[in-house]
């Protein structure tokens, strides 16, 4: 086995996916002779261990207003609404383009967007 295929290989490894004696004995020749797979495994294997143990992370009441207030434009004070976008529809069959802009307020349909 080469340090590619370890390393492509490793978390279904590690998660115990693999599960034929013949492909967990590579892993385990592999690591026996290559000092940077196994400490590549080591690392990987402790921070999956500490990731465990650790407490559960609780966000704070007001994170999602402050994460979307992140995300609006700096000059938005308000929420941006189906109104304020266009959406443009681009349909091409061969040399023939077809192109139409749309409102996606004009694309709700019984409350839901629909093409």
Avoid: W
């Amino acid at each position: 086995m080469l340090c590619k295929e370890f390393l492509e290989r490793h978390t279904e490894f590690r998660d115990g996916l693999i599960t034929f004696s013949r492909e967990l004995h590579r892993f385990a020749r592999h690591m026996a002779h290559c000092t940077t797979c196994r400490r590549y495994d080591a690392t990987i294997r402790e921070a999956v261990q500490a990731l465990h143990a650790a407490s559960p992370i609780a966000p704070s009441r007001d994170f999602r207003q402050r994460l979307d207030a992140r995300h609006l434009p700096e000059n938005l004070a308000e929420p941006l609404l189906v109104e304020d976008r266009d959406v443009e529809v681009i349909v091409q069959l061969g040399q023939l383009e077809a192109r139409k802009k749309f409102n996606l307020k004009d694309m709700v349909y019984k409350g839901k967007l629909e093409l």
